[in-house]
């Protein structure tokens, strides 16, 4: 059931072909349990709306929360989609569509692939954002301008918000209701929907994933190499040497290859290694450290939660699977 009460404002969510439909029928539950929630202290409502695109390049409203109203949506959000990221071709019209919106005052918002759709506007350039992980390769190909941060869950940069991966929509729908009703309403929605309001990061949930398309083989050579040594400590003369080439070449063509120094890059591969034996072994943290090639715990620790945004401790405690949890 709808809340009812002032209408504090209209959130529009911008519909496309295969968009992912949990964030857009799950986030317009989210707005309507948290106006609930504020109706009950005498508070606001959101209006909802849905918005999908005419045969000749307009949009309508495909749903409303409060029919008859008129108006504007003074928030847009743009979803994901489980089938992959729109193209420069498809994301055209409704880059034009957000840009006008914008342009017109309105905040951009989107969640995962959307970003796509929202970059294309151009007003991400030189600005920080968020995607899915998985997607930071291709994103970074397609808007190299845009400061990518896929560590971050949700990134708020005032009139334009980024938000992760699939699930990230709930991250998202709890800052909207936080800005536009209030920290209250929102933690009193997060604890109904059990979803923490807060705490939560990307870089907990991503996977390490090296670059490997960049056509440079003796680098790809030195990754694959890296990869067979299961996490085993190397220098990067010993790397360079697999290849036959002066350090300082190596590191500039190692970096210019795949986006991180050799050292950086062996680091990443160490610590998901770590990740994996904290999830399905009981070896203590020191243990795993040594396994992984450091000799030093604390310095390990230390790598790890800069790196995954956790001390292995709380890694283990969040994602180990039942049988390694005794550890």
């Not at 390049?57 to 990221?85: A, C, K, S």
């Not at 017109?104 to 007003?123: E, W």
Request: glycine share 10%; net charge neutral; charged share 25%.
């Amino acid at each position: 059931m709808v809340a009812t009460g002032e209408i504090r404002a209209e959130v529009g969510i911008l519909l496309y072909a295969g968009c992912q439909a949990a964030m857009v029928h799950g986030i317009t539950d989210l707005f309507d349990i948290a106006g609930q929630f504020s109706a009950q202290r005498a508070g606001p409502v959101l209006r909802t709306s849905h918005w999908g695109m005419t045969d000749d390049g307009g949009f309508v409203r495909t749903f409303d929360t409060h029919d008859g109203q008129g108006g504007m949506p003074e928030i847009w959000l743009i979803p994901g989609r489980l089938t992959g990221v729109p193209d420069a071709v498809e994301a055209a019209p409704y880059a034009r569509w957000l840009l006008d919106r914008h342009a017109q005052g309105a905040t951009l918002a989107s969640n995962c692939g959307g970003a796509f759709l929202l970059a294309a506007t151009g007003l991400l350039a030189g600005r920080p954002a968020t995607t899915h992980w998985l997607f930071a390769e291709p994103f970074r190909d397609r808007f190299p301008d845009v400061r990518l941060d896929c560590d971050r869950i949700v990134i708020d940069d005032g009139d334009i918000l980024t938000a992760g991966g699939l699930m990230a929509w709930t991250d998202l729908g709890l800052r909207v209701v936080d800005r536009l009703l209030g920290p209250t309403v929102m933690i009193d929605t997060g604890k109904f929907l059990l979803v923490d309001p807060a705490g939560r990061e990307q870089k907990h949930y991503a996977r390490f994933m090296p670059r490997m398309t960049h056509g440079d083989e003796p680098i790809l050579k030195v990754q694959h190499w890296l990869q067979a040594r299961e996490a085993k400590a190397a220098s990067v003369g010993e790397m360079a040497a697999q290849v036959g080439m002066e350090e300082r070449t190596f590191q500039r063509r190692f970096k210019a290859a795949t986006g991180m120094t050799p050292i950086e890059y062996a680091q990443h591969l160490r610590v998901g290694k770590a990740r994996e034996l904290l999830e399905f072994t009981k070896r203590t943290v020191d243990q795993i450290a040594w396994s992984v090639g450091y000799e030093d715990a604390a310095a390990f620790r230390k790598l790890f939660h800069r790196i995954v945004g956790l001390s292995p401790g709380d890694y283990r405690q969040r994602f180990a699977a039942p049988t390694a949890r005794a550890a």
